[in-house]
């Protein structure tokens, strides 16, 4: 029989994006990203997951969202997933991310990487009209170009 595992529960404070992922122990869940917008927690969980995969560790991971101005648990898996079989032989190609899916997924980088760029630079409390800008900013330019104007901000920030 297959022990039930706990649970996630709910993140602290008011409704926005949060991944919740089960510790090694298996009984207790951790904050792994959180932002006030969707995107660039479900990239942190891609991340966070093929790092744990990687070393062999199960991963568990809970998404919660806000829904009407309160919590909504959007995502939890039925079961732990393990580590992924061996790779294919070396002479096997890799298969290359949809073109579409790689797109969206350097966008989603480079406006997690605009947000940190902002926070470093203290720039905290962002409206509506802020989150459209880094969208656009996120959109058009490339990632280079992306990490130094986040370098500024930080540096404009006292943080570099």
Same mark, same amino acid.
């Given at each position: 029989?297959?022990?039930?595992?706990?649970?996630?529960? /709910?993140?602290? &404070?008011? %409704? /926005? =994006?949060?991944?919740?992922?089960?510790?090694?122990?298996?009984?207790?869940?951790?904050?792994?990203?959180?932002?006030?917008?969707?995107? %660039?927690?479900?990239?942190?969980?891609?991340?966070?997951? *093929?790092?744990? /995969?990687?070393?062999?560790?199960?991963?568990?991971?809970?998404?919660? &969202? @806000?829904?009407?101005?309160? =919590?909504?648990?959007?995502?939890?898996?039925?079961? @732990?997933?393990?580590?992924?079989?061996?790779?294919?032989? %070396?002479?096997?190609?890799?298969?290359?991310?949809? @073109?579409?899916?790689?797109?969206? *997924?350097?966008?989603? *980088?480079?406006?997690?990487?605009?947000?940190?760029?902002?926070?470093?630079?203290?720039?905290?409390?962002?409206?509506?009209?802020?989150?459209?800008?880094? /969208?656009?900013?996120?959109?058009?330019?490339?990632? %280079?170009?992306?990490?130094?104007?986040?370098? =500024?901000?930080?540096?404009?920030?006292?943080?570099?």
């Amino acid at each position: 029989m297959q022990k039930q595992r706990p649970r996630c529960p /709910r993140p602290p &404070g008011e %409704p /926005r =994006w949060v991944a919740m992922f089960r510790s090694p122990d298996g009984e207790t869940w951790t904050v792994g990203a959180q932002s006030p917008y969707r995107e %660039p927690v479900l990239y942190a969980v891609g991340d966070m997951t *093929r790092t744990l /995969r990687a070393r062999g560790d199960e991963v568990a991971v809970a998404l919660w &969202g @806000p829904e009407n101005g309160a =919590w909504r648990l959007f995502d939890t898996p039925s079961a @732990p997933t393990r580590a992924p079989a061996p790779a294919p032989e %070396p002479s096997a190609p890799p298969a290359a991310p949809e @073109p579409e899916r790689l797109a969206e *997924r350097m966008t989603d *980088r480079r406006h997690q990487v605009l947000l940190a760029g902002l926070d470093r630079a203290g720039l905290y409390d962002l409206g509506p009209e802020d989150g459209e800008a880094v /969208r656009v900013l996120a959109d058009r330019l490339d990632e %280079p170009t992306v990490r130094r104007v986040a370098h =500024w901000l930080a540096a404009a920030g006292g943080r570099p």
